[in-house]
């Protein structure tokens, strides 16, 4: 089984701050996705990147595929309290996703 | 509205007393799966499917069954449900796989089995 790490696992931070999250594998994924999870909802995808040092920016969101495309990062600039939720990656395979244990962000207003 | 339907979406059960999930989607999709989220160890999958009456195990697939006579739907069948089974389950599906496409999740599924 392909393992995904995800850190920080809980982050608190105020209002206007930057953060960055990141997730790591020793194995190689075709793709890799992140998503947003509210509580009693399910993942929303936020993006998808399959090429190795792709950067995607979604709003103040970043997001980059590492060279080797076995880790990747997201990075919110200026934080938001409705950035508050659980972010987790997901490793994609041709019919299997492996999800890292999520990040859960705070924004304090 | 395209989207990924779920029922229950909040159930308590008793040790031994089958159940069925189900789930349903409206938009076409070939692909779908099934995960479980617990705390601690993040969402994993159960079991999915590439298509009509083609399924394969994921990372936990022991005490689940599923099926997909229909590419619409594809429920999740626990026989004898056990505590440890006690989870939030969520479907998803998918156009066609998982590379480049976008995955709907449905809300979720909240089972206690007692």
């Known amino acids: 089984t392909q393992l995904l790490e995800q850190s920080p696992q809980f982050l608190s931070i105020q209002e206007g701050e930057n953060l960055t999250v990141y997730c790591n594998s020793s194995?190689?994924?075709?793709?890799l996705q992140w998503y947003r999870q509210e509580p009693g909802e399910g993942p929303v995808l936020l993006v998808t990147?399959?090429?190795?040092?792709e950067v995607k920016k979604l709003k103040r969101l970043t997001f980059q595929f590492g060279d080797a495309r076995k880790d990747s990062s997201l990075h919110i600039t200026a934080a938001q309290p409705g950035d508050t939720g659980l972010y987790l990656c997901?490793?994609?395979?041709?019919?299997?996703?492996?999800f890292g244990k999520g990040t859960k962000l705070s924004v304090i207003p | 509205e395209a989207q990924v339907t779920q029922n229950p979406r909040y159930l308590i059960t008793v040790t031994g007393k089958k159940l069925t999930v189900t789930c349903s989607q409206n938009?076409?999709?070939?692909?779908m799966s099934w995960y479980r989220q617990d705390p601690g160890l993040g969402l994993r999958q159960i079991y999915y499917?590439?298509?009509?009456?083609?399924?394969d195990k994921g990372d936990v697939p022991e005490g689940y069954k599923v099926s997909r006579k229909e590419k619409r739907n594809f429920p999740l069948i626990l026989e004898s449900p056990s505590p440890n089974q006690t989870s939030l389950y969520f479907c998803?599906?998918?156009?066609?796989?998982?590379?480049?496409?976008?995955?709907?999740f449905g809300e979720g599924s909240w089972l206690t089995v007692v």
């Open positions: 998803a599906s998918s156009p066609d796989g998982l590379s480049g496409n976008t995955i709907y």
């Open positions: 194995s190689v994924f075709s793709s």
């Open positions: 990147v399959v090429t190795g040092g």
């Open positions: 997901a490793g994609a395979g041709s019919y299997q996703l492996t």
């Open positions: 938009m076409n999709h070939e692909y």
């Open positions: 499917s590439m298509n009509v009456e083609v399924t």
